[in-house]
Nanobody, 129 residues
């Protein structure tokens, strides 16, 4: 059974930092895409940071580029999201996501539109002004 577990999250003041982690289990950590999505109340889900697990290619949305960094520890099957210079508009539920059953992305280029079939339970990030 695929599990994506996201401890972390929390509350921070604007300008602060948080680090999210996502521990993956129940499947072979393969050459596909994983990443972080977020959804704020009343807004659509947004893919903010993705990584190709078979290499190092990354994707960032314009809203977080230069402030967030996605990384992975393949030995631990764990994904991380370092969030710096946080803004109140970063407040949202953050979800870890993975392509587990979908076809491997042979190009190594991950984008939110590719589709993700496995999701974590989400962790709340709140940034106060």
């Amino acid at each position: 059974q695929v599990q994506l577990v996201e401890p972390g999250g929390g509350s921070v003041q604007a300008g602060g930092s948080l680090r999210l982690s996502c521990a993956a289990s129940g499947y072979t950590y393969n050459s596909n895409c994983m990443g972080w999505f977020r959804q704020a109340p009343g807004k659509e889900r947004e893919g903010v940071a993705l990584i190709y697990t078979g290499g190092s290619n990354t994707y960032y949305s314009d809203s977080v580029k230069g402030r967030f960094t996605i990384s992975q520890d393949n030995a631990k099957n764990t994904l991380y999201l370092q969030m710096n210079s946080l803004k109140p508009e970063d407040t949202a539920m953050y979800y870890c996501a993975a392509r587990v059953y979908l076809t491997a992305v042979l190009t190594g280029q991950c984008t939110p539109e590719l589709g993700f079939d496995s999701w974590g339970q989400g962790t709340q990030v709140t940034v106060s002004s």
